[in-house]
């Protein structure tokens, strides 16, 4: 029997005789969780919610989405109006992002030009995104020798950057708005194949699967169940990502004359026009080049804390 | 040392693979386009048309043109510039290199330089104000296009301030804006890159090691942290190298300076397809060997590249 | 007031530590009210599942844990008297690799992949003892061989991947030893390791230990491995040491029903044919909300109402075994387990 040389402590407690009957374990207390237990995905997007830059971002691209479709009904003229009257005026209360030389209204424009640019930055995105997965998910998945030529190719294709593959792609097929489209969307795909070629690689090993292929798991069922859920974050991470690399290879090629032809408009084109007369008429240039701007800055921030959410290393 | 001969053949063969497949789609990719040079010139008779078509070798057949021009190639013989009378493409490149390349040197030193600094800084003193600045810098950076950052320049320091020559070419002051306007991206992609490395080798256990063994901050982030997070900067050197090669397209077109890649946007307008081949094979040849290089490196810097 | 045998003996004298994490969901209470001591030339084993914060102590020690989010809540930490808790970095740096020396569970992540390792161990070397590069590339090349590593005039210029993992960890305890520091912290040295590596590593801490005269903390989950080589051993659970003795008080008196899992959850030679190994059934409670009373007595077979209810008080049993464990009071019923009755080894 030994000393319980606590006394001072136990003093301060209300010990009774009773108290020491043997109940033994209780079941439902050890196995009480208290920490509220997240999904994946709940945890992503309460990490997404928290990160004030992201949700502005998102904000922030929805209303010009919106304002790419209710701009230019906002002034009574279309985008390709003429009043010249009107020529190189500043912003004023009538043109609220003033006119171009030929009379045009830049708020209208800017805003039609949204819609072709954020059109061609998305079309292009969804073909180039789907291109890699498929390629990527099929070099990883079958293996072997055609894994290792499919992506020789990717590293030849590569060597070249995007930029001067699409031009001369311009210059076979000649200037247009499908041109521009085909052009983005061939080139921008092995990015994206890589991940996910490294994800399926990544995924092929891993016990789960394994696990799953003993439980009699036929190949598609692996892919939908175990694959897809896993590549999802890395995927949207790209995907958000390659939106403003798409409008940045629109505004470069017009900013140098390859883009859109007359009478298409889009940020990129305008941009073009303002440029040449920036040093008088800074304006011209300057609305649609923070458009351009801000949405990329926005898509960018987006990406940013897609990746930071999605990230499990960060979970705190 | 086995090992790095064999990588060297191999990354030898990659990079001369690559180089025939970049000319042999140029080359077809050229001769797809419907139509020739010479249709929008005014009425050519018929004789001096022969006689065009011969001197470039546009009567022969697909396969025979495409062996020739290998074959002038492998001489180093690009062609002559079927715009610029009398001028070969080799003379025209000649010209217009050094000045590309002073230019793309000096943005990726400063890109590198600062943006390493800039990436290092904010990693070290994370969740702090500087850190912040530099993220928001980087983000910035990278989502304003080179041409915004160019005609931002121009106007505040050529037309505004005054200080400094707004296009052409010719002294030191002309360097400034086109190389600023130039590396500021990379500054930007660069810091970000570098932070997030930083950030990453922080929180490896061997970092905690170097710690544990009573080595002071300043020896823990020089020799072990930044040692290590700069490799990943190393291997997009060479990437970076090919994105300042194609800026400098626009940045030439917007300052007017005498550059290849003025020649490259002038020779697509003007449908001058040897111009246009010979630039794409001679940027695609830079490029290469750029990565080539950056990939020797590579091996020789990460010694787990050696087991590989 | 505990009795210490040899007042000068004394090296590590922690005194009812209490660490903390602060997260996006609470206060997350690793470590409550630790006490515990050092020796110096002795080992003693702290021993718990994963997550009962014997690792984040060890770590306190050497002030290793990141502040924020963790923070020191109270107590001390006395080493040769002087209390690191109160060390500033620049302090602390010069302890750290000199006087108490830490080696961590995975070698391969826990060294710098791009330095070869002689540079590795010369840098405490030329840091601490002011060295010159020579003569510390000389000792590091001694430092490989004391540590048995063959050839070691090559294996210092040669970088960790091309190690395997049994010399990965000796080459790590070569750079904890290299400036002769009084105590060395070993948290899960042999975990990462086969079974055969693990008993070579332990023997050679063991040999090192005698040669050097180094006090050491062995940090463990595996109570099979302290066996041979602890001195004295304190289990942890839920972070409170709940038990803690001479290595033959807790082998052959355990008092304490989580002690008698753990014993009991040990495979041995000498079980009768029909026995089974018992587990523990259940999982620690999650600390960011520690529960009321005894942390084990959810899964405890000999819980009691008081259990539930308040925190036991400590019991000194003799000079050096104490349990914190509401059987040892006068009131509460005779336990009859083998286990009880010094039946472990």
Same mark, same amino acid.
């Given at each position: 029997m030994a000393d319980t040389n606590n006394v001072a402590k136990t003093d301060k407690m209300n010990l009774s005789k009773d108290m020491f009957e043997v109940v033994g374990k209780d079941v439902a207390d050890y196995e009480k969780i208290v920490r509220p237990s997240l999904t994946y995905w709940a945890d992503a997007w309460r990490r997404l919610k928290e990160n004030k830059l992201a949700i502005f971002s998102l904000i922030l691209l929805i209303i010009i989405v919106v304002m790419a479709f209710v701009g230019p009904k906002m002034r009574p003229w279309e985008y390709d109006y003429q009043d010249f009257t009107v020529i190189n005026k500043g912003p004023n209360s009538v043109h609220w992002f003033g006119t171009d030389e030929l009379g045009r209204d830049i708020f209208v424009r800017c805003w039609e030009g949204a819609k072709v640019s954020l059109f061609i930055a998305l079309i292009s995105t969804v073909i180039n995104v789907t291109i890699g997965i498929l390629y990527g998910g099929i070099s990883g998945y079958v293996g072997g020798y055609t894994d290792m030529i499919l992506m020789r190719i990717v590293e030849i294709i590569y060597s070249i950057p995007t930029l001067l593959w699409v031009i001369l792609l311009m210059v076979v097929l000649g200037q247009g708005l499908g041109t521009i489209i085909i052009a983005i969307s061939i080139t921008g795909w092995g990015g994206m194949a890589r991940i996910v070629r490294g994800q399926v690689l990544q995924l092929k090993q891993m016990e789960f699967v394994l696990a799953a292929k003993t439980l009699g798991a036929d190949s598609s069922r692996i892919i939908t169940r175990h694959l897809v859920p896993n590549t999802m974050g890395p995927i949207i991470i790209n995907l958000t990502f390659q939106v403003p690399g798409a409008i940045f290879t629109e505004a470069m090629l017009s900013y140098i004359g390859l883009g859109l032809p007359e009478p298409y408009a889009s940020w990129g084109t305008l941009a073009q026009r303002g440029a040449r007369l920036f040093l008088i008429y800074p304006y011209q240039l300057a609305f649609p080049a923070v458009l351009i701007c801000v949405t990329m800055l926005a898509f960018n921030l987006l990406g940013d804390g897609l990746r930071d959410s999605l990230d499990p290393r960060l979970r705190t | 040392m086995l090992f790095m001969l064999r990588y060297t053949v191999k990354r030898t063969l990659m990079a001369i693979l690559t180089l025939w497949v970049i000319i042999t789609i140029t080359f077809f990719l050229m001769h797809s386009i419907p139509g020739d040079p010479f249709t929008d010139q005014k009425k050519i008779p018929a004789e001096i048309m022969e006689k065009l078509k011969m001197k470039y070798g546009l009567d022969k057949p697909l396969i025979v043109q495409y062996g020739t021009y290998l074959k002038n190639i492998l001489k180093g013989d690009l062609g002559d510039s079927m715009k610029y009378k009398n001028r070969s493409v080799n003379d025209m490149l000649r010209d217009g290199f050094p000045v590309s390349f002073k230019i793309g040197i000096y943005a990726l030193a400063l890109g590198a330089g600062l943006g390493i600094l800039f990436g290092i800084v904010a990693a070290l003193h994370r969740g702090k104000a500087i850190d912040y600045f530099v993220i928001v810098l980087a983000v910035v950076g990278v989502s304003v296009p080179e041409f915004v950052f160019a005609a931002l320049f121009q106007w505040i320091f050529?037309?505004? +301030? $005054?200080?400094?020559?707004?296009a052409r070419w010719g002294t030191p002051a002309h360097y400034i804006m086109p190389v600023f306007a130039l590396g500021a991206t990379y500054i930007a992609y660069i810091a970000r890159m570098m932070r997030t490395s930083m950030l990453d080798v922080l929180n490896q256990d061997y970092i905690r090691t170097a710690r544990a063994k009573g080595l002071s901050n300043f020896a823990v982030t020089w020799k072990h942290t930044i040692r290590n997070a700069i490799l990943p900067i190393v291997t997009i050197l060479g990437v970076s190298f090919a994105g300042i090669v194609v800026g400098s397209f626009v940045i030439e077109s917007i300052f007017a300076i005498p550059g290849i890649g003025k020649y490259f946007v002038q020779s697509i307008t003007q449908q001058d397809y040897t111009l246009i081949m010979g630039t794409t094979i001679f940027y695609a040849a830079i490029l290469i060997l750029m990565m080539y290089i950056v990939d020797l490196f590579y091996g020789v810097v990460d010694p787990r590249i050696r087991l590989e | 007031m505990e009795n210490i045998e040899n007042k000068e003996r004394l090296l590590l004298d922690v005194k009812d530590l209490y660490v903390s994490f602060d997260t996006y969901a609470g206060e997350v209470q @690793?470590?409550?009210g630790v006490t515990f001591h050092v020796n110096r030339g002795e080992t003693l084993a702290i021993v718990g599942e994963s997550g009962c914060g014997k690792s984040v102590t060890a770590q306190t020690v050497m002030q290793l844990i990141p502040m924020p989010p963790g923070r020191i809540k109270g107590g001390n930490i006395f080493f040769e008297g002087k209390d690191l808790s109160k060390y500033s970095d620049k302090q602390m740096e010069k302890v750290r690799g000199k006087d108490i020396s830490m080696i961590f569970q995975d070698p391969m992540t826990s060294l710098n992949p791009t330095m070869r390792i002689g540079k590795q161990i010369m840098e405490g070397l030329m840091k601490h003892q002011k060295l010159p590069k020579n003569e510390a590339k000389n000792r590091s090349i001694e430092m490989l061989k004391l540590v048995g590593l063959p050839n070691p005039e090559k294996r210092a210029n040669q970088y960790p991947h091309e190690f395997s993992g049994g010399m990965r960890q000796r080459a790590m305890i070569a750079i904890a030893l290299a400036c002769n520091p009084k105590l060395l912290i070993a948290d $899960?040295?042999?975990? @990462? +390791?086969d079974v055969t590596i693990q008993a070579q590593i332990m023997e050679l801490m063991k040999d090192l230990q005698v040669k050097l005269d180094t006090a050491i903390i062995l940090i463990t989950h595996d109570l099979g491995v302290v066996a041979k080589v602890a001195d004295r051993i304190a289990v942890m659970y839920a972070g409170v040491i709940i038990e803690s003795g001479t290595s033959e008080e807790i082998f052959h008196h355990p008092q304490h029903p989580y002690t008698w899992g753990l014993l009991k959850s040990v495979p041995r030679l000498?079980? $009768?044919?029909?026995?089974r190994l018992v587990p523990i059934y259940g999982t620690p409670p999650d600390l960011f909300a520690p529960p009321k009373g005894c942390p084990f007595a959810p899964r405890?077979?000999?819980?009691?109402k008081v259990c539930k209810t308040y925190g036991p008080v400590r019991t000194n049993l003799t000079e050096s075994h104490y349990t914190h464990c509401w059987l040892q009071h006068e009131w509460a019923p005779k336990v009859d387990d083998k286990f009880a009755k010094g039946g472990a080894v």
């Open positions: - | 050529g037309v505004w +301030l $005054e200080v400094l020559p707004v | @690793a470590v409550r $899960e040295p042999t975990t @990462a +390791l000498d079980m $009768e044919t029909k026995g405890c077979d000999y819980a009691m």
